[in-house]
Structure formats: C-alpha cells, structure tokens
C-alpha cells in the first residue's frame, strides 16, 4: 500500500484513518519520517482536506526530524494558517505543539506568524475559538 496514494485519494474516510493510525504510530517511532518531503508536498494540493493532512503528518515528524526539513520549509508550513477554511487553520493549529516543542528554535517564527494572523477573515463564532487555540500555543 502506498500510504500517499490512500493520503492523497478519493475516499475521505480512508485517508483520514490512515492519517489517524500515522499520527498515533508516530508518537513513538520514525517509521514514517521518510515521507517527511510528500507529507509536505501534500501542501501544495488544492484540497483543503488533504492539505491538513499533509501538514499533521508532517508536524507527527518533528520530533524525527534530525535533517532539518521541517526548518526549511516552515514558511510553506505555517503558509497554512491562512486557509480560508477556519477548520483548516484549527487543525493546523493543534498540530503546531509538536514542533513547537520538538524545534525550539522555529518557536519565534511561528509565533510571529501566530500574532500576525488576520482572523477578522473568518465568521465571528470562529474567531474566539482561533484566537483560544492559538493561546493555549503560545503557552507551550
């Protein structure tokens, strides 16, 4: 099975259970750390759906990540705080802890990226619980 290709695919529900069982496998090995560079490529998608993907898996690596990819590519990263889907930018946000502790050194970007975002943007029941996310971020 090639695990970008069900990520990537048509059927919603198995990718998102895939991602699940990658997210949690994760936590505790580098199995996955090898598609570190598809999990970010999966950025560039034009599906929002998939996109998150791309970016959660790719923050389950940071920890792995002795190559430094997540630190060359975090403008392309955090580029996703600024989805149009408030739902998106939620789910990204939850993942960001990962690299937030794992890098310490990419902590003053992203949290220049986090006090820099327009939320304004998104329906006004959405932004309190952005602006909470982020908090709970910049309290890590």
Not at 37 to 54: A, E, P, Q, T
Not at 56 to 81: F, P, Y
Request: net charge positive; hydrophobic share 40%; glycine share 4%.
């Amino acid at each position: 099975m090639n695990i970008i290709e069900v990520l990537t695919g048509k059927d919603n529900t198995a990718a998102y259970q895939l991602m699940l069982k990658l997210e949690k496998e994760s936590n505790d090995s580098e199995l996955y750390y090898e598609h570190l560079n598809d999990f970010i490529g999966m950025l560039k998608n034009k599906s929002s759906y998939i996109k998150v993907r791309g970016f959660r898996l790719a923050c389950a690596q940071a920890q792995w990540d002795s190559e430094g990819i997540i630190d060359k590519n975090i403008d392309i990263l955090l580029a996703m705080l600024d989805d149009a889907k408030p739902t998106a930018v939620r789910q990204c946000l939850r993942a960001l802890p990962k690299v937030v502790q794992s890098k310490p050194g990419l902590r003053k970007i992203i949290m220049k990226k986090l006090n820099g975002m327009d939320l304004s943007k998104y329906k006004d029941s959405m932004q309190p619980l952005i602006q909470k996310d982020i908090e709970c971020l910049e309290n890590i």
